[in-house]
């Protein structure tokens, strides 16, 4: 008979846990994790291949460690006058964010943020042995500077997640809710701008808080915007300070050559990968606007999925939606559900699913 955990000596820390899990299936619209569904634009895809063969001469060696020629991309992409000292990357912006919390949370220590929110926070949390301690939003999920300001000094955490836009609900943050945080904390305040392409063009960046405040940190990803969440590459902008802290707890060598070789050539692609990103708004937008017209709640949006709710039995509408091929999310709030904006195909698959339910056809 195989062991269970419970026969392990694992951390008592850890005993009762459950791993990050959103469903699988092999379904034709898989619209619940927040990927980018539209595949990188084949001109990019033969450039990345073209890299990663060119890499894979040398790959019985080890890699940069220092992944220079990626930083100093990623710090041109941010732009804001950064340069490869502010940049660090890992395999995925969770990689990114555990390393933050390895450096500067651990045991003895905790870890804050206004739940809802990205639901890897509180495991990424506890999995360095901190304690996670969840604040609270308004009802249509926004949380004001004051309010903020308020529950920080209260909690008084070694780091603050501040998702902006939020996962799951969709919802923008202002600068300056993040500049009242970072007054009323002496910890690290983690800006996570995994979605912040899907904002509007107009609206600033984290990044330009940057300057003066060396313990704030802006965390990003490769996976949205620029369709490479198969790639796993996420990365960050601070102060140089804070890029030492973490060389003292990322493994060695922790960014293959393949990965920078893939990342870089997509960098110099940009223009061209984000060019789905208004494709994608557009469907974003017009699931609004329909789920809206069929009598749910839409969520204002700043990233590429909707949150809506209004949903009466969300487990039966989340199967019935699966039934016909779809596959969405529940996020746990009740009454609620989230769909990812596809391709205009997808986003038409879903919304005539989701009509269908409402007709009983």
Not at 329 to 336: A, K, L, S, T
């Amino acid at each position: 008979m195989s062991a269970t955990l419970d026969d392990l000596p694992i951390r008592d820390d850890l005993r009762g846990q459950v791993p990050y899990g959103a469903p699988q299936a092999p379904l034709p619209v898989a619209l619940n994790v927040n990927e980018n569904t539209h595949p990188v634009p084949p001109e990019v895809a033969d450039d990345i291949l073209d890299a990663v063969a060119i890499a894979l001469r040398e790959v019985n060696r080890y890699p940069d460690r220092e992944f220079t020629d990626l930083r100093e991309h990623l710090a041109d992409y941010l732009g804001h006058g950064l340069v490869r000292e502010q940049v660090w990357a890992a395999n995925g912006s969770n990689e990114v964010l555990q390393h933050l919390l390895q450096a500067f949370a651990g045991p003895g220590r905790s870890a804050f943020g206004f739940a809802p929110t990205y639901s890897m926070y509180p495991l990424l949390t506890r999995g360095t042995g901190a304690e996670w301690r969840a604040g609270t939003r308004a009802h249509d999920f926004t949380v004001s500077a004051e309010s903020a300001a308020a529950q920080v000094a209260e909690a008084e955490p070694d780091v603050v997640f501040l998702c902006a836009p939020n996962n799951p609900t969709g919802t923008p943050l202002p600068l300056d809710v993040i500049e009242a945080v970072y007054a009323a904390t002496r910890g690290i305040v983690i800006v996570d701008e995994a979605y912040v392409e899907f904002a509007p063009h107009e609206a600033p960046s984290a990044v330009t808080l940057l300057p003066d405040r060396p313990r704030l940190v802006v965390s990003r990803t490769m996976s949205k915007a620029f369709a490479f969440a198969g790639a796993r590459v996420g990365y960050l902008a601070a102060d140089p300070a804070v890029i030492d802290a973490l060389r003292l707890v990322r493994l060695p060598y922790h960014l293959s050559a393949l990965t920078q070789a893939a990342a870089t050539a997509a960098l110099q692609h940009a223009p061209t990968m984000l060019r789905m990103v208004d494709d994608i708004v557009a469907q974003r937008d017009r699931i609004s606007a329909t789920v809206s017209a069929l009598g749910y709640q839409p969520y204002a949006s700043w990233t590429n999925f909707v949150l809506f709710g209004d949903v009466p039995d969300p487990a039966r509408t989340w199967q019935a939606l699966y039934d016909r091929g779809v596959l969405i999310r529940d996020v746990g709030i009740p009454h609620h559900l989230r769909v990812t904006a596809g391709t205009e195909q997808e986003t038409t698959a879903f919304l005539d699913a989701l009509a269908s339910i409402d007709s009983g056809a």
